[in-house]
């Protein structure tokens, strides 16, 4: 007896291809619902006013670049399931595109049938679309678009979706919509045909919008046009003289296949035109490619499959190329048919070759069909479409954009419908180049900030040097940078450091961490120079860590990198070259600081004052013959010498200097400038190594802001030397008279 699974194994290994492949075509014809339907809305919109005598050849260029593009990239496509066909916005730029050349064929009164260089243009820009995708497939350029400021994508597409809704009202009118033929619509049946075409929209809206069903556009479509038909049966008005009317559509003749690459058209084609038609041009290669991009990313989201990028970009030029070569016009993987492709259970190729197979199917049915639709449906139908681009992108769009990005892109959006796609394309760019800078100008350059009492080195130190560390370890201040710094980013740093040196005057020791640093421009190399004079001006040195190669050279180039600043490859190392250099300095400045704390423990009296005092001085070691001031230089500090012998020189004969005044240890100078504001009138030198205590005017206004009763006690001890000075110079005046 035979096994009876050895019967039924063929049986059993076919039904499931069988399944699939009746899951692929069941998909496929659920999206030739969609391809058909926007197809025949899609040669109104293009081939309307002028062009729509040849509305005949226009259905053919729909359906035939519908069938080769669901072709190629149904065979090609790293999505098996995805469905090619011209778009929206594909279709709004070559309607566009073909209105400039009847534009320009008009202005220039040419006789030449109007079809031809109409064709050959769609074909010729459609080759060169084809060609660029694929370079920027092979290339691996592509993915430069994503480059591309949102805003400046989202205004572009906003954009069509507004030219699409103003093709409905041609298509509707047979008058584009401007300010010169605001006439023609005050006719009342002309604005009956807008209500019902903006009824239309609604009902889709309300419908299909919300369901997303299969057929349910099919259903809506028929119905409108049999609700249109049975008005005009109530009315009394009959078919032919609701055609006469304008309500519907005359009947193009059959559909008729034309390749426009004959030698006589080729030589009556308007080659003048050419650099005025570039720029619509460029907008079709723009849209056609940002739409493949974005198309293609939201079919991954919404089937959750990944794609090969590069591949899509190849296989839709190649798809664009061999339209254009037939006639047809540009397109891509469609988001909406491949969704419901996939949503109806087709999952590989065989449903772009049927959707292939239903569009061909098309060019014998659709002039009759087209003949009994009236306006109001497919003007409907192109308002909805373009309604709902424009809310996409005005209103949806408003929630992940900021204010300034907001704006910007509604400036483009009324850019392009008003100049063009060229200066939209080129304004839209600088407007988003100028708002990413100051949005990355916004950015905060600091990640975060710390100080030695805090973060510390990794090395273990004694128990005398912690402490020393910790009550000393604010002189360490460091700022953990971050992104990229340019003008904006880097002069918010410099505003930061400059604050931070006036609220934290004890910092002897500033350190930079570029770890986290893209990089840095040369104006930002501008506003460093400008943190190295302030931190110069108050004694403090600047140390930088994890510097590129590439930040060092634009640094250096700017003289930034050199005296007061030094490089460290590692923030460790560099904390621990900090401690070491604060240990040491504080290790044999007890006792300096033991007298400097009694001397102003005397003149205030007050241990809290003095400690005050101390923490809002700058120490300050001086060689012999060292200039500490210099005549003529603002008063902007005054020291307190500790320790060694300073002289006050004024100019003498020959270029000389004399001294008129030597002041020792525990005595002061410069506060007569310092309360006065007025130039230096003297130089002055150190005449022995010294060690000083600068107060400048800087922490002399936060004293007297902060802490008056401190305050009160200078101003008082200033008055006091100042009286003594005035005593002894009284006393030499009288003893010069004697």
């Known amino acids: 007896m035979t096994d009876p699974a050895i019967i039924f194994s063929p049986a059993s290994r076919f039904n499931p291809a069988l399944k699939r492949a009746l899951n692929d075509i069941l998909g496929g014809t659920a999206a030739s619902v969609l391809t058909v339907t926007f197809g025949l809305s899609y040669s109104l919109l293009i081939f309307a006013g002028p062009l729509s005598p040849y509305l005949s050849y226009g259905i053919t260029a729909t359906f035939v670049s519908s069938a080769v593009l669901a072709v190629v990239i149904g065979l090609g496509s790293s999505l ?95 008058h584009p919509l401007q300010f010169t033929t605001l006439t023609h619509f005050a006719n009342g049946t002309t604005l009956l045909e807008l209500g019902a075409a903006c009824a239309m929209a609604l009902v889709l809206y309300l419908t299909w919008h919300r369901s997303r069903s299969p057929f349910g556009l099919p ?13 005009f049966w109530i009315t009394g008005v009959s078919f032919d003289h609701a055609r006469a009317l304008g309500w519907t559509f005359q009947p193009p003749p059959q559909a008729v296949f034309m390749l426009p690459w004959h030698t006589d058209d080729l030589a009556r084609y308007p080659w003048f035109a050419v650099p005025d038609l570039l720029g619509n041009v460029v907008a079709v290669i723009f849209v056609t490619a940002s739409s493949t991009l974005f198309n293609t990313t939201g079919i991954e989201v919404a089937v959750h499959r990944e794609a090969n990028l590069e591949r899509e970009l190849n296989v839709t030029g190649a798809a664009n190329i061999l339209t254009g070569m037939l006639g047809g016009y540009a397109g891509c993987s469609s988001i909406s048919r491949t969704i419901l492709n996939f949503s109806s259970g087709g999952r590989g190729r065989l449903s772009g070759l049927t959707v292939a197979a239903l569009s061909l199917l098309m060019l014998a049915v659709a002039p009759d069909l087209l003949g009994f639709i009236p306006k109001f449906v497919i003007g409907g139908l192109l308002l909805y479409l373009g309604a709902d681009q424009l809310h996409k992108w005005i209103i949806e769009s408003r929630k992940r954009l900021s204010k300034l990005e907001y704006l910007s892109l509604i400036a483009i959006i009324a850019i392009i419908v008003a100049w063009g796609f060229v200066p939209g394309i080129l304004i839209g760019v600088i407007i988003g180049c100028a708002t990413f800078a100051f949005s990355a100008a916004r950015v905060e350059s600091i990640k975060y900030s710390f100080d030695g009492s805090e973060y510390r080195s990794s090395l273990d130190r004694s128990r005398d040097d912690q402490d020393v560390l910790l009550a000393h370890g604010g002189n360490i201040q460091g700022l953990n940078l971050q992104s990229y710094l340019f003008f904006g980013s880097a002069n918010r740093l410099y505003q930061h450091v400059k604050q931070l040196l006036q609220e934290r005057p004890e910092c ?6 570029f770890k986290l640093v893209t990089g840095v421009d040369s104006s930002a190399a501008y506003s460093f120079a400008q943190i190295k004079r302030s931190a110069h001006d ?25 005296e007061g600043v030094t490089i460290i490859g590692e923030l460790d190392h560099a904390l621990e070259w900090c401690e070491n250099e604060i240990i040491s300095q504080h290790q044999g400045r007890e006792q300096e600081e033991a007298s400097l704390r009694d001397w102003f423990t005397g003149i205030l009296d007050s241990e809290a004052d003095a400690d005050a005092l101390i923490h809002r001085c700058q120490r300050l070691e001086v060689e012999a013959g060292d200039i500490i001031v ?12 500790l320790d060694g012998r300073v002289g006050i020189m004024v100019p003498a004969d020959d270029d000389r200097t004399t001294r008129v005044r030597s002041l020792g240890r525990y005595t002061t100078i410069g506060e007569m400038g310092l309360v006065s504001n007025t130039p230096r009138s003297a130089t002055i030198q150190a005449e022995v190594a010294s060690v000083l205590y600068v107060l400048n005017t800087l922490q002399f206004d936060a004293i007297r802001d902060e802490d008056p009763t401190l305050s009160h006690k200078l101003l008082t001890y200033f008055v006091s030397v100042m009286a003594e000075r005035l005593t002894f110079a009284n006393r030499t005046i009288a003893v010069l008279r004697r």
């Open 219 to 231: 259903i809506i479509l028929v119905g409108g046009v049999l609700t249109a038909h049975l008005a």
């Open 630 to 641: 210099q005549a003529g230089d603002p008063a902007d500090s005054m020291h307190f010498i």
């Open 508 to 513: 002897r020791y500033l350190l930079f961490d």
């Open 80 to 174: 098996p399931f995805a469905i090619g066909a011209p778009d929206s916005s594909t279709a709004a730029v070559t309607g566009i595109l073909a209105a400039s050349v009847v534009e320009r064929l008009e202005t220039a009164n040419l006789s030449t049938p109007l079809l031809s260089p109409v064709l050959i243009t769609l074909g010729l820009s459609t080759v060169l679309t084809g060609l660029v995708l694929c370079g920027l497939g092979l290339t691996r350029l592509g993915r430069a678009i994503r480059y591309v400021p949102y805003p400046v994508v989202g205004g572009f597409l906003g954009a069509t979706g507004l030219l699409i809704a103003l093709g409905a009202v041609r298509v509707i009118t047979n």
């Open 538 to 562: 108050l004694g403090v040195e600047l140390i930088l860590v994890h510097l590129s190669a590439a930040a060092e050279k634009v640094l250096r180039s700017s003289d930034f990198v050199g």
